[in-house]
DNA sequence: CTGTTAGCGCATTCAG
DNA sequence: CTGAATGCGCTAACAG
């Protein structure tokens, strides 16, 4: 392992020289400087980032928090989020906040948290608000991503989308398309439901086209949804249409729609939320809200990054609401029979 | 930040004694020890990682390398990987060897392996073998998972699965069903086939049953799959059953049979190789074999912190097998018409 | 322009 | 049983 002391014994110069020198600070001499370069290049020599480090203070990585790195969204959130922070020269640690058996881990989040990362990205779909805030240690810069109610997030810089207006959009496009018997389902973990915003923009838009909309709870997962939606289209008279907080659960309605015998969409539409690469992927593809994942986890990366800079770059309740969600019209949708 | 110092000053002894004690090394008298304990819960001391890891020499993190984390099998892999490495204490940095351009980078590698992470994980099934021996600097700890063809690997510790065997009992399935007709969609990227041991698995084994078959080529996704597919259901006679080395492919394979209006698995059989999550979810649910991908990236961080302990744990070529392909019976596949 | 001097926070000898 | 000393590899003032 070679290190800088290596080269500036060979080079004949000191420690300082060499870092000022690969540090490209312009305070070395062009002779010298080229020499120090070619031994470096020669003994194939890298910084050692640990070093760095600890002697600047500043990690190289920040730690990303969530509860499921194999759900689809969280792994395209993942891989943005790395692309993000690359391009900011940090890597990537991915954390999940839970324990096998479901219960925070916090002292894994403790030994993390500031020190080998810099600060902490915290998805916070399905983390637990008041575990969130407790888990973190005091003082390391954090950001919470994907938070659904921007009206009510705790109190650290917060990164997300106008969720209720996503519901809005979904609910819009099925009245634009003449619905009235719109179910809703939506995500749940338990009885407490997960995707509020989403369901509030939703139902709010659906009651002012007079048109009522209970909700069905349902864990947020293709199994749920088909679940769900299997119970739903048992009612008299049948929905024309469901409307899904999330692409999972519209996945799983679609299929659930073709066990009942239902042709999607001639006899049922579905509309979800989020866009997940997997709902262009199904047949028919889902119809769904974009919220354009990669720009919030761009944002959510560069806002930590900056608060790791400058701590008071972001207010400790800053809010920002990143893009503007769109509807993607694929086959899960038609005008309604 | 409080310091091992700050502690150390607070309770009244040298940093030596506090380090001592909260590694439990044994050396310090009860009293001292329950003062410093105490002291240290009391101003919430948490030792930072960097600094330990420069002073014993051993990074806390290993290095996870792999080309695409959407992928839901890489994404599922990183998920079971992290779990593995905080079994052992050890966080998980992810890393995309490509470059959003898709040639590789190589600084980046670089720069965190070995320093920043005791060692690297390469997630071998879509990396060049080149590529891979030149990017990693030399005497990293390293390990390769999930590598195609064990007969045949870098000469880097290796730690996979048996490909060949899987895809043997995918054919050997769908011959048990009676197919005779049998079509082969096999994974690749261009023209050079990325999953050239399930292939010659499968192959071999339908040889063996006087079935003849020829393999499609198409790149490894649900979109690939549903392509391929489509072309050979034109074929006459057509296929009664479509073996993919891979799941996403065998998921498009059952949409195209769907466009196509044939019944799966009534008409139309198909079976995939890996058991991804999703394979389970989808309608009907795919046949599949499973490879146990748990227990081989449980296996692989295993071997890399072993590795990593201790540099001469495995030989430069060691070879770990993991597991045995298991078939998994869901809704798929049915006796041949 | 270059080298010397201090740390960064911690672990580990080695004397006391 | 304890504490002072040394070093991990590097950066950042300083002096020269």
Not at 22 to 28: A, D, Q, S, T, W
Not at 160 to 182: C, M
Not at 235 to 244: G, N, S, V, Y
Request: proline share 5%; net charge neutral.
């Amino acid at each position: 392992m070679t290190t800088l002391r290596d080269i500036a014994l060979i080079a004949g110069v000191s420690g300082a020289t060499v870092s000022n020198v690969l540090r490209n600070r312009g305070f070395v001499g062009a002779e010298t400087s080229a020499r120090v370069r070619e031994v470096a290049q020669r003994l194939g020599y890298r910084p050692n980032p640990m070093a760095q480090a600890l002697a600047n203070g500043r990690a190289p990585t920040i730690a990303m928090v969530f509860s499921d790195l194999a759900n689809p969204f969280y792994s395209m959130f993942a891989l943005e989020a790395e692309r993000a922070a690359r391009r900011r020269d940090h890597f990537l640690l991915v954390c999940h906040a839970a324990k096998p058996d479901g219960t925070l881990d916090t002292a894994y989040l403790g030994a993390v948290a500031g020190r080998l990362s810099g600060g902490v990205l915290i998805l916070g779909s399905d983390l637990g608000r008041a575990d969130l805030l407790s888990a973190v240690p005091n003082g390391v810069p954090t950001v919470l991503a994907m938070w659904e109610d921007a009206a009510d997030h705790p109190s650290l810089p917060c990164v997300t989308l106008d969720f209720r207006e996503a519901g809005r959009l979904a609910a819009d496009h099925l009245l634009a398309l003449g619905h009235r018997r719109i179910a809703v389902l939506a995500g749940a973990r338990g009885d407490r439901v997960s995707h509020g915003a989403r369901l509030e923009g939703a139902t709010a838009r659906l009651r002012e086209a007079g048109v009522l909309g209970g909700a069905t709870l349902e864990e947020d997962s293709i199994g749920g949804g088909h679940r769900a939606a299997m119970r739903l289209l048992e009612a008299e008279p049948r929905p024309t249409a469901i409307l899904a907080t999330n692409d999972l659960l519209g996945i799983g309605a679609i299929q659930a729609a073709g066990e009942r015998g239902l042709a999607v969409p001639r006899e049922l539409s579905v509309v979800g939320i989020t866009d997940i690469w997997l709902a262009a992927e199904m047949r028919p593809a889902l119809t769904t809200v974009d919220i354009d994942t990669r720009r919030i986890a761009d944002a959510s990366v560069n806002a930590l990054l900056d608060l790791i800079a400058e701590p008071d770059a972001l207010a400790r309740d800053a809010l920002r609401i990143v893009g503007r969600p769109s509807l993607v019209r694929r086959a899960s949708t038609a005008q309604a029979p």
